[in-house]
Every structure is written in C-alpha cells, then in structure tokens.
C-alpha cells in the first residue's frame, strides 16, 4: 500500500502528463482523491484514473478514460497497476493537450508510461492486520505486561484500573500466540486473555 502521496510529470509532443498516486482505503476515499486533483487543476483536457481498493483475492478496481478514446487511458493504468503489486491506490493522470495528436497507440504508452513514473516515486509501506486484546491482571503484574507489550510495539488503546487491570492493546495478527505465551509463562499463567 502506498505510505505517502507521490507526483510525477511526463511530456510527450508537448502534452503534459502529470501523475499522481495516493493511498485511498475505500472507493469512497479514491472518488475524493479524484475529486480534489480534479478541482484543483480544472482547465487540463482530461483526468484518466485507475484504482485498486482492497488487496489479494478481494479488490475492486474502477478505471476511466475521461474522453480519452475509449481503452487508450484507463485500461492501460490499471493494468501497470495490477502488475505493481499493491492495494488501496489510486493513480490520477492529468493531462493537457498539447496540440499533437498521439494516437491510440501513443495514448497507451504515454498513459503507461506515466503510471510507471508515478509508481516509481511512491513510497510504499505494509499493511499489518492488528488483532485486539483484552488482557485482565492482577496490579502485581502490571509492569511485567505493560513491558511484555512495548517490547512487542503493541497498541494501547485503553487501560482501566479497577479490582484489577484490564488492557486493551492492538498486536499484528502474526504475534499474537508468541505475545500470548510470552504473557502466560511471565504472569505463571494468572493472565486473562480474550480476542476481541
């Protein structure tokens, strides 16, 4: 997934191409992507998009050629895109004419090509699936677990002080027995552990 936004810019027989990519969660997130380079630069002649949302078996993906001739923008965008193995992009090429006409083939190079340039400049991160944890302690052990946890970069997200203490922390889904047998051996097994 992209952790950063990334522009680049291609001239092609004096039209313009600028690129621009972000991270966009949801299609809700890639239609404002959309939407904001659009009202941001409203006189170019075209914004082709691709985006994938989701990752793996499960992503949608929306493409458009925005009065480009019909498969010369969009398709060829979304296909550099499937081939860069990521998830929640959106790419955004903006386009101003530059008085030569390209043709169907040249549309497609420079469509592609204008892809590839973005991509090349966008960092990149990767997308952790966090299990929560409801963690209940005896005030003893606060200490030991509250440790166990920093050593184990997880989430805080809540700490209640009662009759005893309960935690809720986030950890990757990959850590969770390693944590969960780090706690048991640390507290002699008088933690209370629940997946929520």
Known sequence: MPAAR???????????????????????????????????EPDATHHCFAYLVGYGASVTAGMSDDGEPSGTAGRPMLAVLRGADLGDVTVVVTRYF???????????????????????????????????????????????????????????????FGATVVITARVPVTDVDRISAQLAESTAGQVRLRLT
């Not at 001239?11 to 941001?40: E, Q």
């Not at 997308?127 to 184990?152: G, P």
């Open 6 to 40: 990334a522009t680049t810019e291609l001239m092609v027989s004096n039209s313009r191409f600028i690129s621009r990519a972000g991270y966009t969660p949801d299609i809700d997130a890639a239609k404002a992507f959309i939407a904001d380079i659009r009202a941001a």
């Open 98 to 160: 530059g008085g030569t006409l390209l043709g169907t083939g040249g549309l497609v190079r420079a469509y592609s090509d204008a892809v590839r340039a973005v991509l090349a400049e966008l960092p990149r991160g990767e997308h952790v699936v966090l299990q929560c944890l409801r963690i209940e302690i005896d005030y003893s052990l606060y200490a030991t677990v509250r440790r166990i946890l920093e050593n184990a970069q997880a989430l805080i997200d809540d700490e209640a």
